[in-house]
């Protein structure tokens, strides 16, 4: 069904949440993985790629990390780092068509800040053709 599923990554302890949920999907349905995180600091958005900080060594340390996780569960990952806006970039990696389903945790901020600022969830599952898994956050690790 899911044959190449994207699961975007904050790099906070939210990310447990679709982690966990992820898992078990993949092993039932035997799907590969991409794990993205997109940098978005100052350096990862004036230098792309070829940015240099503490914050995308640490990003490529926790993409790393992740992927570790599900290979030693038996199930396919890649990790990819992007750089520049989250919502952007997520939705760019969708257009390349390589992907069957978005899986990402939310945040549940309000709806004031949500309606300004808008978010990254909001703003990639009405801007790609694919389904979108959204997951709240349960805030910390399980």
Not at 25 to 54: E, I, K, Y
Not at 65 to 93: H, M, N, R, T
């Amino acid at each position: 069904m899911y044959k190449t599923i994207l699961v975007t990554l904050d790099g906070t302890p939210g990310d447990r949440t679709i982690i966990d949920h992820i898992k078990k999907l993949a092993l039932v349905l035997h799907s590969r993985l991409v794990l993205l995180h997109v940098a978005d600091g100052w350096a990862a958005r004036t230098f792309g790629a070829d940015a240099v900080s503490p914050e995308i060594v640490e990003d490529k340390s926790y993409l790393k990390d992740v992927q570790s996780e599900f290979l030693a569960a038996g199930i396919k990952a890649d990790a990819q780092l992007a750089y520049g806006d989250p919502a952007d970039e997520i939705v760019k990696w969708v257009q390349k068509g390589d992907c069957d389903l978005v899986a990402m945790t939310t945040h549940g901020h309000r709806f004031v800040a949500d309606l300004f600022l808008g978010t990254t969830a909001t703003r990639v599952r009405h801007s790609v053709g694919v389904p979108v898994l959204l997951l709240k956050s349960r805030g910390k690790p399980s």
